[in-house]
């Protein structure tokens, strides 16, 4: 783990959220090959969501060697119309709006 240390209770939410990114980003794998599979979309969106409030609440420096960024922005372009596309956009808000409710940004760190 990172040597930046984290008050015990923010520490043991942020392990359980990155817990969970990680998990559906194993899940998800390939899921650019499945558009039939709507819910796959779904999940990499969600863990999308959760990476991307994790890293603009501050809490990047303490991932230590776990996932460090989200895909890239441009990933499901051409998609976004699509059944899959809306449903990829609709599990990244989910996932942004459910980190921000569980944990509040990291100690001395000024969300915006």
Known sequence: MNAMRLPGRHRALLDELLAIAERLYQETEGFLDRPEDQQLWYNRGYANGMLHTLHAQGYAPYFGTRMQDPDAKDLIAGH????WGRA???GFE???RETR?????APGHEAG
């Open 101 to 105: 409710e569980v944990l509040a940004p």
């Open 80 to 83: 976004e119309l699509m059944p």
């Open 88 to 90: 990829w956009q609709h």
């Open 94 to 96: 989910m996932g942004e």
